[in-house]
């Protein structure tokens, strides 16, 4: 199993709403990253768990807070969501190993649309 | 800090011509360079990378890129376009020693005519 699965692929939430991204994989990978991508942009990485502690924060607004309940899930949770950040979110993992080892694969990611 | 830059956000070539899709990278430290491909509606997937030894390496699906580090390059070439090459493009990078902190490129997309 090569996969890194997310759902849902498709959310659209209301500036109010809760909501919850799920990220899963069986991979054994001990890192997982969720990464934020705008509509004809790169990707932007967003937090990274190694070892199911998070270890960066690229200053992400708290209304977007992660969670990593075991090696296997990632969840990003969603709260008072503004409509900029409506975007592309992509979950990935990799082994955690030499610098230059890893490979990340990736999620399909779930179009979040906030109205 | 490190970053990279790919020249020509859309790269248009007809089908079974030389794909060449350009990037440059600025880093303080040796760098590690990937290519990754991003299919409509798909997440990324690594196409090669580059970390040490051979300057030539060759990836998934034909492709192919080279280090040059005089030149700070790391350009990606297929010597004939399919199809299927459709896709955006983006180049990346990361310290190495810094594991996986990928900095991305602002992406390429390739179209090609049939």
């Known amino acids: 199993d090569t996969e890194v699965t997310q759902t849902p692929k498709h959310l659209v939430m209301g500036m109010t709403n809760k909501k919850s991204l799920k990220c899963e994989q069986h991979?054994?990978?001990?890192?997982m990253y969720w990464y934020k991508q705008k509509a004809k942009k790169p990707p932007e990485l967003m937090f990274v768990y190694s070892y199911e502690k998070l270890s960066i924060n690229e200053s992400v607004p708290s209304r977007f807070s992660p969670e990593c309940p075991n090696s296997s899930l990632l969840n990003l949770h969603l709260h008072a969501l503004q409509p900029e950040d409506s975007a592309l979110y992509l979950c990935?993992?990799?082994?955690?190993?030499?610098?230059?080892?890893?490979?990340?694969?990736f999620g399909s990611g779930t179009q979040l649309s906030v109205l | 800090a490190q970053s990279v830059t790919q020249l020509g956000s859309h790269v248009s070539v007809s089908e079974g011509a030389l794909v060449l899709l350009r990037c440059n990278y600025s880093?303080?430290?040796?760098?590690?360079l990937f290519w990754y491909v991003q299919y409509p509606n798909q997440g990324l997937q690594l196409l090669l990378k580059y970390t040490t030894g051979a300057t030539l390496v060759k990836g998934i699906n034909g492709f192919e890129a080279e280090f040059k580090k005089s030149e700070t390059s790391f350009h990606l070439t297929k010597p004939s376009a399919h199809m299927s090459d459709a896709a955006e493009y983006f180049c990346a990078v990361s310290p190495n020693n810094a594991g996986n902190m990928l900095t991305f490129g602002g992406g390429t997309r390739l179209m090609v005519k049939p």
């Open positions: 880093s303080s430290v040796p760098p590690y």
């Open positions: 991979m054994g990978h001990r890192a």
């Open positions: 990935a993992s990799s082994q955690v190993g030499a610098p230059g080892d890893e490979k990340l694969f």
